[in-house]
Nanobody, 128 residues
Framework: QVQLVESGGGLVQAGGSLRLSCAAS????????MAWFRQAPGREREFVAG????????FYGDSVKGRFTISRDNAKNTVYLQMNSLKPEDTAVYYC?????????????????????WGQGTQVTVSS
């Protein structure tokens, strides 16, 4: 049984930082590209960042480029999202997701429907 468990969310002031973690079990982790999505109330689920099974390359949504960094540790079956210079508009529930290939496919990787497994989400709230 595949499980993805996110942690690290919380309340932070604008300009601050948070580091999210997603621990995976029940799958051969390095065989899966991984991604972070987020969803704010009343909005569609949005691609934030993605990373191939081997750790590179990485991909980012336009709204987070230069501020967020995705990484993974295959020995620990964990993917991370370092979020810096946070803005109130970053407020959302953040989800990690496993892609059914080791490499993200251009054009498709930002579509949440392409992903096989999801975590339960962790709330990130950025106050102004």
């Amino acid at each position: 049984q595949v499980q993805l468990v996110e942690s690290g969310g919380g309340l932070v002031q604008a300009g601050g930082s948070l580091r999210l973690s997603c621990a995976a079990s029940g799958l051969t982790f390095s065989n899966y590209a991984m991604a972070w999505f987020r969803q704010a109330p009343g909005r569609e689920r949005e691609f934030v960042a993605g990373i191939n099974g081997g750790g590179s390359p990485t991909f980012y949504g336009d709204s987070v480029k230069g501020r967020f960094t995705i990484s993974r540790d295959n020995a620990k079956n964990t993917v991370y999202l370092q979020m810096n210079s946070l803005k109130p508009e970053d407020t959302a529930v953040y989800y990690c997701a496993a892609y059914p290939r080791s490499r993200l496919i251009d054009y498709y990787y930002s579509d949440y429907k392409e992903y096989s497994y999801w975590g339960q989400g962790t709330q990130v709230t950025v106050s102004s």
